[in-house]
């Protein structure tokens, strides 16, 4: 079993930055691949940005690329980078794993197995 816990999200101006925190627990490999997916209400949740644990190879959206990073420390957390913040940023973000991945970051939602309750993000213009 495994749980995943975010944390950071908040309010920021456009062109602010933000760093989101997932917390994992439980039994998490280095087969495995976190993901990092948004949701505004109404719309289909976008996944922005992936990591494979063994590799730390990345992947990221277009609609994110150059302004989100994410990263890993050697424990229990996976990392969002978010710079330059635009208003079509705001979501509910959440971590998700998908174990294991195969070796392939995929950042849609289908072959994710677990899911964090999610944080807010709003960024304002």
């Known amino acids: 079993q495994v749980q995943l816990v975010e944390s950071g999200g908040g309010s920021v101006q456009a062109g602010g930055s933000l760093r989101l925190s997932c917390t994992h627990s439980g039994d998490v490999y280095s087969s495995d691949c976190m993901g990092w997916f948004r949701q505004v209400p109404g719309k289909e949740r976008e996944g922005v940005a992936g990591?494979?644990?063994?590799?730390?190879?990345t992947t990221y959206a277009d609609s994110v690329k150059g302004r989100f990073t994410v990263s890993r420390d050697n424990a229990e957390t996976v990392y969002l980078q978010m710079n330059d913040l635009k208003p079509e940023d705001t979501a509910m973000y959440s971590c998700a794993l998908e174990n294991p991945c195969w070796g392939k970051i995929r950042l849609t939602t289908a072959e994710y197995n677990y899911w964090g309750q999610g944080t807010q993000v709003t960024v304002s213009s």
């Open positions: 990591i494979h644990f063994g590799s730390n190879r």
